[in-house]
């Protein structure tokens, strides 16, 4: 947004830290927080913290050194990031809805050399290849207005694990251990819902294919719609495995149903399909930008029985909703979903399809705000960054809102007219004023999704 704008916004960012952030132990962290926010909101190219403070020192006309005091506050400064993020969760369900889509993803910071935390030559969908990079889990919420970025962790590597001199430099936590994606999304599940946040949780397959992964959600009390490999076997959920066989009075008793033993099969997914090419239809699941989103889908009950082979028993019964265009040789997407036995295949296609919402917001946080774009090498450096452009994010997608309504935005801020707070230089909003004269604010898609509910 320009500085004009922002100028104009200072009131409603002020009342939005007081709820978010408090003063974080200190009247000047809190100040350089409000001017890193400032600095992400603020129109340009690179939102690192060099360029950043050089465009607020033109405006503002502060006179103390901004980069210094932002690198002070970003890398070195001992605040809680995660008691931040458990407050802007909260403001997150109290402001913009605490139900929805609950999206899990994997994203690509690419870099450039071997100091950033956590950097290694790992594949990342961002790029669509092997390649020297940074990974972040993520966890958005989308509420079927809206969606918010509500966490994100850094992944790890392994090889950085084992390397604790390597750990020690980049200033990562001495209990930090190596946890695969599937762990961090689940211990960022779990904060969201102790923080009053919750819906459905959609993953794509790098998280789905994990069967531990799936019956952690289970054991939550999550609902989920996740997608899986291809390759993954399944019976039909009424598959009679025959009775379990009498004991003989020797040895442990039988639990296991007669045909369930080793070398036992079963068909893949893709076999599935292939076999039940005839229940596939076609679905439309919701009004896009530019007409109706419509594809060729088919669902069945059943029980994942990727075990079956080594005489283990099939897990509880589940959905498999599979996507195979017409033109296509092969069905391209799988999924699994514990959503109700009786819920229809709109609503499955429906649920499914949600994940689209993280295509506009990772472009929004990476192009917009800036989220990719940390230079530093450090473990609190690369968090702190993070957990500020969730929140600019989120104060963002308010504004967008009170907008919608035409009312007056600092509306949505109740107090504001008596605020007494103050952080920024003196003169600074005066030199907002005079830097651009057009207000604006980056918008959203102007078609909004209108999901199918039956």
Not at 160 to 180: F, H, L, M, V
Request: with cysteine.
């Amino acid at each position: 947004m320009d500085a004009r704008k922002l100028s104009k916004l200072r009131t409603e960012l002020t009342l939005f830290l007081d709820d978010v952030v408090g003063d974080l132990g200190y009247a000047r962290r809190r100040r350089w927080c409000e001017t890193y926010l400032r600095g992400v909101l603020l129109d340009g190219q690179r939102k690192s913290i060099e360029p950043m403070a050089a465009r607020l020192q033109k405006i503002e006309h502060g006179e103390e050194d901004y980069e210094q005091a932002l690198q002070q506050f970003i890398n070195q400064s001992a605040w809680d990031e995660q008691a931040v993020l458990d407050s802007l969760q909260g403001w997150i369900g109290r402001e913009l809805g605490a139900d929805g889509f609950l999206i899990i993803d994997d994203t690509g910071f690419p870099k450039q050399g071997e100091h950033s935390v956590g950097v290694a030559r790992q594949y990342t969908g961002t790029l669509g290849k092997v390649t020297n990079c940074q990974v972040a889990v993520t966890l958005q919420l989308a509420t079927g207005r809206d969606v918010v970025g509500i966490d994100s962790k850094l992944y790890l590597p392994e090889g950085w694990c084992n390397d604790r001199e390597r750990c020690r430099k980049a200033g990562i936590p001495e209990t930090t251990s190596y946890q695969p994606k599937w762990q961090l999304a689940l211990t960022m599940l779990r904060r969201a819902k102790s923080n009053g946040l919750g819906g459905v949780v959609l993953a794509d397959s790098l998280f789905g294919t994990v069967t531990e992964f799936r019956q952690q959600l289970d054991a939550d009390g999550w609902t989920f719609c996740v997608g899986i490999d291809s390759t993954l076997k399944v019976i039909a959920a009424d598959a009679d495995l025959g009775p379990v066989p009498k004991y003989s009075g020797r040895g442990q008793p039988p639990k296991r149903p007669l045909k369930v033993r080793a070398g036992a099969t079963s068909p893949n997914v893709k076999e599935w399909a292939a076999q039940h090419r005839k229940d596939f239809r076609q679905v439309t699941w919701r009004e896009g930008s530019k007409g109706q989103m419509v594809g060729r889908f088919a669902a069945w009950r059943v029980r994942p029985a990727h075990r079956l082979s080594a005489g283990k028993e099939p897990l509880e019964p589940c959905w498999l909703l599979i996507e195979w265009p017409s033109d296509i040789e092969h069905p391209t997407k799988y999924f699994f979903s514990n959503l109700a036995a009786t819920t229809s295949l709109k609503r499955l296609v429906a649920t499914a399809k949600s994940r689209w919402w993280i295509e506009h917001s990772y472009r929004e946080l990476k192009d917009e705000l800036g989220l990719d774009h940390f230079e530093g090498r450090s473990w609190r450096g690369w968090h702190h960054h993070v957990v500020l452009v969730l929140a600019a994010y989120a104060f963002l997608q308010q504004l967008r809102r009170q907008q919608k309504k035409g009312g007056p935005t600092a509306s949505l801020f109740p107090g504001s007219a008596n605020s007494s707070k103050s952080y920024s230089p003196a003169g600074a909003d005066a030199a907002y004023s005079a830097a651009a004269s057009s207000p604006s604010l980056p918008t959203l898609p102007k078609s909004r999704p209108k999901f199918v509910t039956e």
